[in-house]
T-cell receptor, first 112, second 114 residues
Framework: NAGVTQTPKFQVLKTGQSMTLQCAQD?????MYWYRQDPGMGLRLIYY???????DKGEVPNGYNVSRLNKREFSLRLESAAPSQTSVYFC???????????FGQGTRLTVV | AQSVSQHNHHVILSEAASLELGCNYS??????LFWYVQYPGQHLQLLLK??????LVKGIKGFEAEFIKSKFSFNLRKPSVQWSDTAEYFC????????????FGTGTLLAVQP
């Protein structure tokens, strides 16, 4: 049982390049999340999707877009990467009735 | 909107010392509360959770936390830490019945010296 799978694990981008971080969960969860983790700032919510077909902004949505492709998949897109987006990105999923989140392994993104 | 505060940013303890990490949240309604642990180089794992009932909850690896509603607090405790407890600890809150948005604190980095 894979749980939450994120790809890629590592990525280096040049300023202005675009990319999509992929996330898939096999636990049949309704809710999915994207967080970024920066030293001393904890995990900050970028976007979340309470259920298939809905997405909402979190604490730090600027510079990002998301797509809830289906119940399993929730992608995060950086249209024009900036050095300030250098971070570790985590995808997570949860069920409304039991809202503890399960996390993927993370994507370490460096923008130069 | 809910928010979470963790006032201890970096804690250093010797093995066998007792641990208490503070967590306070800000939200006027009913909440679900969580502690997560992140070992070096790994993703976050659930340590324990509180939804309702007994305010003293027990988690994995000998950790426990107490929910004090009047203080909006959910402090994490362990009577005797081990070197293997070296990790970063995150408190998180979810507003019950809302959109399932899960908000994290800034984390506490615990270093246990052998």
């Amino acid at each position: 049982n894979a749980g939450v799978t994120q790809t890629p694990k590592f990525q280096v981008l040049k300023t202005g390049q675009s990319m999509t971080l992929q996330c898939a969960q096999d636990m049949n969860h309704n809710s999915m999340y994207w967080y970024r983790q920066d030293p001393g700032m904890g995990l900050r919510l970028i976007y979340y999707s309470a259920s298939e077909g809905t997405t909402d902004k979190g604490e730090v949505p600027n510079g990002y877009n998301v797509s809830r492709l289906n119940k399993r998949e929730f992608s995060l897109r950086l249209e024009s990467a900036a050095p300030s987006q250098t971070s570790v990105y985590f995808c997570a999923s949860s069920e409304m009735a039991a809202p503890e989140a399960f996390f993927g392994q993370g994507t370490r993104l460096t923008v130069v | 909107a809910q928010s979470v505060s963790q006032h201890n940013h970096h804690v250093i303890l010797s093995e066998a010392a007792s641990l208490e990490l503070g967590c306070n949240y800000s939200y006027g309604g009913t909440v679900n509360l969580f502690w997560y642990v992140q070992y070096p180089g790994q993703h976050l794992q659930l340590l324990l959770k509180y939804f309702s009932g007994d305010p003293l909850v027990k988690g994995i690896k000998g950790f426990e936390a107490e929910f004090i509603k009047s203080k909006f607090s959910f402090n994490l405790r362990k009577p005797s830490v081990q070197w293997s407890d070296t990790a970063e600890y995150f408190c998180a809150v979810n507003a019950r019945g809302a959109t399932n948005k899960l908000i994290f604190g800034t984390g506490t980095l615990l270093a246990v010296q052998p």
